[in-house]
Nanobody, 113 residues
């Protein structure tokens, strides 16, 4: 019943922008800390950031100033806005809820000239 579904990944050129969406069902995402992770080929899954039920956001230094996490509670959606994308941002991006743990299937972001 609990599902998270990411979308919005694409192939973009360096400097481009994408907005990823994470649509929750079976849970109220506004009551969860919603987290974003990413995993590049052959590498471990890395933490990107989160948005808390209060609306507080945290982002790791490598994306701070370029990425923004936001939320649309009425539609049970969490967003990851990604600007000024770099090749090193290439990864599968996943959303995850806490404390009710659920993972999405991921969406591919590829940044290449």
């Amino acid at each position: 019943q609990v599902q998270l579904v990411e979308s919005g990944g694409d192939l973009v050129q360096p400097g481009g922008s994408l907005r990823l969406s994470c649509v929750a069902s079976g849970i109220d995402s506004s009551l969860q800390t919603m987290q974003w992770y990413r995993q590049a080929p052959g590498k471990q899954r890395d933490y990107v950031g989160y948005i808390s039920p209060s609306g507080f956001t945290f982002l790791v230094d490598s994306v701070k100033g370029r990425f923004t996490i936001s939320r649309d509670n009425a539609n049970n959606v969490v967003y990851l806005q990604m600007n000024n994308l770099k090749p090193e941002d290439t990864a599968v991006y996943y959303c995850k809820s806490a404390p009710t743990e659920a993972w999405g299937r991921g969406t591919q972001v590829t940044v290449s000239a």
